[in-house]
């Protein structure tokens, strides 16, 4: 099974071609990468990563993640993820009144983080209105509650730093554990391998890297709205498939519909205990299964950890068989 790999050039002048190969990568897969999609900049924004990321661990922890996702979301080791991040969240043009962020971020930078994010928005506007088109709905449709309010789009930079040692049994699990994004599309941008999703035939599968290519999947909100039409991917990173003693970098970009944006699956299994619901009830649970012991900074992630565990289980449990 060839991974969906779709150049994006033409789009708008080969609409019905090119966005049908999009709602079927969506549908059987749930990821494809598109290229020659006209998104510069990225290698300045792992530059900015790195820099960000070499700062002593006391400085960057200065603006810990709040719950808007902007901020440093670093120290863990967990079960969940071996990572460290820096979020940029917010509607756009609005990073810069958030008292969240380091000082390092100055004015300068942040331009460039929001006009990264711009990009990335736009990219986002052009590929919602495919699958819009092949469910019968306007063009606009998805793209209208997107980004002009709370809680916006967010870029995020992710470290996943070597190790000193092979993690053994029963050490860390995974760089990333088996999960699905909460969102409606995540574009990914990545130099390295590692990333592993699942296959329509429920393997795990790894993303090829496609040299200036971003990998882009569906996440659960447009999973849920879209009846279970687009599917929402489980994804990890495997300790195996980056050496440990190397640190990966990537940046994932999370589109996210407003917070009232009403859930309501149009069409397919909404039958299929798809109850409707608002996107905010869904990012608020999400985000305290993930994140929640670092938002009260009471450590007590391996908690957090097995809840979200139990919770992803049941929701894998629900789209594809078990193995
Ligand atoms: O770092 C990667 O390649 C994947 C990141 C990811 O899946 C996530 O942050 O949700
Ligand atoms: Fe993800």
């Known amino acids: 099974m060839e991974f969906p790999i779709i150049s994006i050039n033409h789009l708008e002048s080969d609409f019905n071609r090119i966005s049908s190969k999009i709602f079927k990568a969506s549908q059987d897969w749930g990821f494809f990468i598109v290229t020659d999609h006209g998104i510069t900049g ?72 929001e006009s990264f994010k711009a990009q990335c928005n736009e990219l986002t506007l052009r590929i919602l209105p495919c699958f819009a ?90 999973s849920f709205w879209t009846g279970r039409q687009l599917k929402s991917t489980m994804h990890r990173i495997a300790w195996e498939k980056v050496p440990f003693d190397q640190d990966r970098y990537s940046i994932p970009y999370f589109a996210q519909p407003s917070f009232e944006t009403d859930l309501q699956p149009l069409t397919g299994k909404a039958e299929a205990g798809c109850k409707p619901f608002k996107y905010q009830e869904y990012y608020t649970s999400r985000i305290s299964l993930t994140w929640g012991s670092v938002l009260r900074g009471d450590g007590k992630q391996l908690d957090v950890d097995n809840r979200l565990t139990q919770y992803l289980t049941e929701l894998d449990a629900n789209d594809v068989p078990t193995e």
């Not at 709370?150 to 699990?173: I, S, T």
């Not at 995974?174 to 994004?181: E, F, N, Q, S, V």
Request: glycine residues 10%.
């Open 42 to 113: 990225a290698s300045r924004m792992f530059t900015l990563s790195r820099e960000f990321f070499d700062l002593p661990m006391d400085v960057k922890c200065e603006k810990p993640l709040n719950e808007l996702g902007v901020g440093y979301d670093g120290h863990k080791a967990t079960t969940f993820a071996a990572s460290e991040g820096m979020a940029f969240g917010l509607p756009a043009g609005q990073l810069s009144q958030s008292p969240n962020i380091h000082s390092w971020w100055d004015s300068a930078k942040l331009r460039e983080i």
């Open 133 to 222: 088109a092949h469910m019968g709905l306007p063009a606009s449709f998805f793209a209208a509650s997107h980004n002009q309010s709370l809680p916006g789009n967010a870029l995020k930079f992710m470290k996943y730093p070597k190790m000193p040692a092979e993690p053994g049994p029963g050490g860390l699990a995974a760089r990333l554990a088996p999960h699905t994004d909460w969102g409606t599309l995540t574009l990914l941008f990545t130099r390295a391998p590692g990333l592993e999703v699942r296959d329509p035939g429920n393997s795990w599968h790894d993303v090829p890297v496609v040299p200036g290519g971003i990998v882009v999947n569906i996440g659960d909100a447009l």
